[in-house]
């Protein structure tokens, strides 16, 4: 298993244009995203990234939205994704949207995002499937210099297994998009409903929505022991008279 963090340092991906299949992508992740969004509430969502900014997140019930990059121009804050200029629990939902699989240390990024949740809050990523075949397409020669196969491709029980021990549960996840294509007809509509079954296991994006749950320390009451004041004394009381 390649080492979560790493010393090369990825020029991401600030819009899905820099990317092949990028506009199948995301339609594959807004279908899905128009169905999650609609059901989440809260205050304040806050997105990760050009590729998220570039999400329509408008049937969501959260009004104030906040999209951090550094290069995307839909953004409204300039920021570095591992230090996020606000403070601690700040967020309500948070969407990553592709963004662990360009990150040098997928851990610090998720820490740092888990940092401006609040309890409760909802965080909402994605990424590419290394087993589906659009992941597949990394070992032809060459695509490696390309996007996405230049990027990591972790897959996704890795995340939720990384998403469980920050306390997470995980509330739903899905696999999307079995024959990645430039021109989607109505062929590859059948296709993608014939092989539905298998879509689940072998779907080129994976979107994962999981809940922070944080549990409050139960304190343990101490046991007191009350000594006697007098203890009985042995032996025979004789008897007066």
């Given amino acids: 298993m390649k080492p979560a963090r790493i010393e090369h340092q990825f020029d991401y991906p600030y819009t899905w244009d820099q990317i092949a299949y990028g506009d199948w992508a995301r339609t594959q992740l807004q279908t899905r995203l128009d169905e999650c969004l609609p059901t989440l509430f809260g205050y304040h969502l806050l997105k990760v990234g050009g590729l998220s900014c570039e999400l329509v997140s408008e049937q969501s019930n959260i009004q104030h939205q906040v999209c951090v990059d550094k290069h995307n121009p839909m953004r409204n804050l300039t920021a570095a994704h591992y230090a996020l200029p606000f403070i601690q629990k700040s967020f309500d939902v948070c969407l990553l949207a592709h963004q662990l699989d360009y990150s040098d240390d997928p851990h610090r990024l998720l820490r740092e995002v888990d940092r401006v949740m609040i309890d409760d809050g909802c965080l909402i990523l994605s ?5 589906s075949l659009l992941g597949m397409k990394k070992l032809i020669r060459g695509r490696h210099q390309r996007l996405p196969w230049g990027g990591r491709m972790f897959s996704p029980l890795r995340v939720k297994d990384w998403l469980s021990v920050m306390n997470y549960e995980i509330i739903t996840a899905h696999q999307m998009g079995l024959w990645p294509t430039q021109r989607p007809n109505a062929r590859h509509a059948w296709v993608e409903s014939s092989a539905s079954m298998i879509t689940p ?33 042995g032996g025979v009381v004789p008897n007066g008279g």
Wanted: hydrophobic letters at 40%; proline letters at 13%.
């Fill in 127 to 131: 990424g590419v499937n290394p087993t």
């Fill in 201 to 233: 296991a072998l779907g080129s994006i994976y979107l994962i929505m999981a809940r922070k749950r944080s549990y409050p320390l139960k304190p343990i009451k101490p046991r007191w022991k009350l000594k006697q004041a007098v203890s009985p004394l």
